[in-house]
């Protein structure tokens, strides 16, 4: 229905993982988590990998995983949190297909992940001020990769892929009434 792909930004715990399966569904595309498919090429969980390895390794196989999957067929794909930190990342992502950023704020996204411990980044001592942080470094960053900025406050993943689906369709990526509206 679309040949064009649509990449899902934004801080860890957004919700892009959520959105994107949903999405993906939707609009009739495949799905690709870039985390998952990170940790199915290591054989081993992103924690210890950075654990192991150091966050500079990890961001090399990072950027490799995302240039592939933007540069294959037409899929849905919510890319790992600090996916912008690289510029290269960030070109492709907006070069190569529709660039959503969900937009959380880092207190929403505490109240979401305060008992979430396989999130390596945030296992620290104050990880409210640690995604201040993040998002201090990263808004910026997201908002220059983007197409469209969605606010998730506290829409339901529907009412959030239906506000995808819309911009989508405003910017004639997607075919206006082509994809039925979920409640």
């Not at 201090?136 to 220059?144: A, G, I, N, T």
């Amino acid at each position: 229905m679309s040949a064009t792909s649509c990449f899902l930004i934004g801080l860890p715990g957004s919700g892009k993982s959520t959105v994107g399966r949903q999405l993906a569904r939707r609009i009739d595309l495949p799905f690709f988590d870039s985390d998952h498919v990170i940790e199915q090429r290591l054989g081993c969980s992103i924690r210890e990998f950075f654990e192991r390895e150091g966050e500079d390794r990890f961001r090399d196989i990072e950027s490799a995983i995302l240039d592939e999957l933007t540069a294959g067929p037409a899929c849905v794909v919510s890319t790992g949190g600090g996916s912008v930190l690289r510029n290269e990342n960030r070109e492709h992502l907006h070069q190569r297909g529709s660039v959503v950023y969900l937009r959380s704020t880092p207190e929403e996204v505490f109240r979401r992940l305060r008992y979430d411990r396989n999130r390596p980044l945030l296992q620290v001592a104050d990880p409210l001020q640690r995604l201040k942080d993040l998002y201090s470094v990263r808004d910026p960053l997201y908002r220059e990769t983007a197409h469209f900025v969605i606010e998730t406050g506290r829409p339901s993943v529907a009412m959030l892929v239906n506000m995808i689906v819309m911009q989508l369709e405003l910017a004639g990526v997607v075919a206006p009434g082509a994809v039925p509206p979920q409640h």
